[in-house]
């Protein structure tokens, strides 16, 4: 991630994109067209969202009306969009040619952690569909510890129930020890948690050694800005990079551009997936 971040600053920082084409935003409207640039009479912040892109990319852009989120998907994936917001059943589709790119983090929730689920290296339970029924161990009972890695598997099939009991003990130090114990079949932790408590003191030293990783991902995204794959590398970072910091820098434009999540706080770069649904624990 912090090569992500230096990767964007340096991008926005450079010169403008020699790109002479418009930079098109499918959006869903009363009555799909053509893309066309913002009338004068489009709402004061939808057109400094506009505006700001604009400047920043030294291009003009376009809206372009779709009938709905579908049919944005639909339009990024056949060349005919270049930005739009999507939700899983519109990304699902077209997720070989469409990737998303930023998401927004509502205010007062956290950012979308990755997750990490371990076993005891030489069990029988491979996968997070094989702890099915088993007994999991959570590293503490706040918003990182569980809520948001409850949501995690959540979206991955693992639902309430989905383990025969789940235990809260009130840190990781004391969830990994259950788990040795063989008290628990799984230790269900968020990425940084996970990374304190495995590094030693010494240089490569792995205090988990003898764990074993069965699943690693974050919580899905309810929507998200996407591109197409091919778009440039280049536009895709400087459209990160323009985002990221919007909340800050342009309040109107960024209390438009993110509309599509209730109470957004900021942008937040996502990878390319994070729409995609999936049914690891089933």
């Not at 269900?188 to 050694?209: F, H, I, M, S, Y």
Request: with cysteine.
């Amino acid at each position: 991630m912090k090569r992500l971040v230096l990767t964007i600053a340096l991008l926005a920082a450079a010169p403008a994109l020699a790109q002479a084409a418009p930079l098109r935003i499918a959006a869903p409207a009363k009555a799909p067209g053509a893309c066309a640039a913002l009338p004068a009479s489009a709402p004061a912040g939808e057109r400094a969202y506009y505006a700001l892109l604009a400047k920043r990319l030294e291009v003009e852009v376009q809206k372009c009306p779709v009938a709905d989120a579908a049919a944005a998907g639909a339009a990024l994936a056949a060349g005919q969009a270049d930005l739009a917001v999507l939700d899983p059943a519109a990304f699902a589709p077209v997720a070989k040619t469409v990737r998303a790119i930023l998401t927004v983090r509502p205010d007062g929730s956290l950012n979308r952690i990755p997750i990490v689920v371990a076993v005891k290296s030489g069990s029988s339970r491979k996968t997070l569909a094989d702890l099915r029924g088993g007994v999991a161990a959570f590293g503490g009972v706040g918003r990182a510890a569980y809520d948001t890695p409850r949501r995690a598997l959540a979206d991955q099939g693992a639902d309430a129930g989905f383990f025969a009991r789940e235990d809260r003990p009130a840190t990781p130090d004391l969830a990994v020890a259950e788990l040795r114990a063989g008290n628990a079949d799984a230790l269900v932790l968020n990425a940084a948690a996970w990374q304190r408590l495995c590094r030693g003191d010494e240089p490569g030293e792995d205090l988990c050694k003898d764990l074993t990783v069965v699943w690693r991902g974050r919580p899905r995204a309810a929507k998200a800005l996407a591109v197409r794959r091919d778009m440039p590398e280049q536009l895709r970072y400087r459209l990160i990079g323009i985002h990221m910091p919007m909340h800050l820098e342009a309040t109107d434009a960024f209390a438009w551009g993110s509309s599509w999540i209730a109470g957004g706080a900021e942008f937040e770069p996502t990878e390319a997936d994070a729409l995609l649904p999936t049914q690891a624990a089933r």
